[in-house]
């Protein structure tokens, strides 16, 4: 099981990201998938769901309304589009399959936010 996180970069408030994942070693397409982030200090939180259709599932209170998760099967690929990016934002985000297999964890892809 393997997961390689994309996409994250520095961006002032207000600025948009795409987030990639590229997911390997089980059924994909069988499997909701799931987005978390960890900031400096705190502890991983979970960010956004989406079932193995495609149907989201749940976003984080803070994080609705601006963040759009969604996934495509023929690419073994997940991604999660930020837009209106708020300094609190700022954490290394990583993704995981639904439930999450807690013993394989990518290294992230660090977003910040800050002017």
């Known amino acids: 099981v393997q997961f390689v996180e994309s996409g994250g970069g520095l961006v002032q408030p207000g600025g948009s990201l795409r987030l990639s994942c590229a997911a390997s070693?089980?059924?994909?397409?069988?499997?909701?998938m799931s987005w978390y982030r960890q900031a400096p200090g705190k502890e991983r939180e979970l960010v956004a769901e989406i079932n193995s259709f495609g149907g989201v599932i749940n976003y984080l209170d803070s994080v609705q309304g601006r963040f759009t998760i969604s996934r495509d099967n023929t690419k073994n690929t997940v991604f999660l589009q930020m837009n209106s990016l708020r300094v609190e934002d700022t954490a290394v985000y990583y993704c995981n399959s639904r439930p999450p297999f807690m013993a394989f964890w990518g290294q992230g892809t660090p977003v910040t936010v800050s002017s």
């Open positions: 070693g089980f059924a994909f397409r069988s499997y909701g």
